[in-house]
């Protein structure tokens, strides 16, 4: 397995899942050019002893030595990653968030060829919340107003979450509409009574929050409230590390974590 990123907070916890998993080893570990750990010892980077594996910046030569590779970066570095990733014929498992309509079309474009799994949470608690939502959703009229709330560290640099809007994306197929005419984020000053069928929008940032998401739905005179808190990021690593070893067995197509988990029929 290649780490794309290693260095990041998500690259590293990677690294320290896939040593303690069974039948995966760390082939590639791959840093943005320029990057201090670049040509360095991977393990005394990370303030360990020595590892043998050596940081690079050189993707296509760690591309050629791994089955798969696991990525947790920016937007425009997983785009091209998945084209890339599709013409090595190495399966792409892509952490990354944030991204914009076009970046996803070259996402989906690259899935014809190669094997990408992507998903804005890799936990097994996010994704059947993400079921409980579509199916909360659908059991509710519009009388009951959906918010999405969610917490992240002070470094998260993208607003909504990525999982804030899977939730939010579940919640406008459980109601049978699309998300893009409904979603009101953050709002702001005089912005008028609330439009029936909207599905808000709340981003909170600060300290060292890994990841709190809250489902509610506001109804007369009730409300229900669909909660997942994250509280160890290795969470999410043992749930790529999942993802990477079923999905080297799939053929060409884009995936997502709740087929990982055989949760796309729930
Ligand atoms: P981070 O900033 O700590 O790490 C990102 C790393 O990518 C950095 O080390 C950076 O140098 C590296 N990078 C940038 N350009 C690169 C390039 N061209 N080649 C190789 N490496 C490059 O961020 P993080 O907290 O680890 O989060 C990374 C992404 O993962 C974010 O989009 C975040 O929202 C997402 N995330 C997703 C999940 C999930 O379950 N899907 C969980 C946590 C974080």
Known sequence: ?????????????????????????????????????VGQDLGQMMGGVASGVRVTDD???????????????RPAVSVALAQQAARAGVAHVIGTTGFAPEELAAIAQAGQSGRIMRAGNMSLGVNLLVTLT?????????DF???????????KVDA???????????????????????ADRGRDGI????????????????GDFIGEHD??????????????????????????IRAAFWLKDQPAGEY???????LRKA
Not at 14 to 23: D, F, K, Y
Not at 62 to 70: F, N, P, Q, Y
Not at 134 to 142: D, I, K, M
């Open 134 to 142: 579509r199916q909360v959703a659908a059991a509710l009229g519009e």
């Open 160 to 182: 909504p979450s990525g999982t804030a809007l899977m939730l939010g994306e579940a919640a406008a197929q459980g109601r049978g509409v699309a998300l893009d005419q409904v």
């Open 191 to 206: 912005t008028g009574a609330r439009r029936v069928g909207d599905i808000g929008f709340h981003a909170i940032r600060g």
């Open 215 to 240: 489902v509610i739905f506001a109804g007369p005179g009730e409300r229900i409230a669909l909660r997942h808190v994250a509280s160890d990021r290795a969470l999410f690593a043992r749930g790529a």
């Open 256 to 262: 997502s974590m709740l087929d990982v988990l055989g």
């Open 59 to 73: 993707v296509a030569a760690a591309l050629d030595a791994s089955e798969v590779v696991i990525d947790f970066t």
């Open 145 to 155: 107003d959906i918010e999405v709330v969610e917490a992240h560290h002070r470094h």
């Open 1 to 37: 397995m290649t780490v794309m990123g290693v260095s990041g907070r998500m690259g590293q916890m990677l690294v320290r899942m896939i040593a303690q998993t069974e039948g995966a080893e760390l082939s590639g570990a791959v840093e943005r050019p320029g990057h201090a750990w």
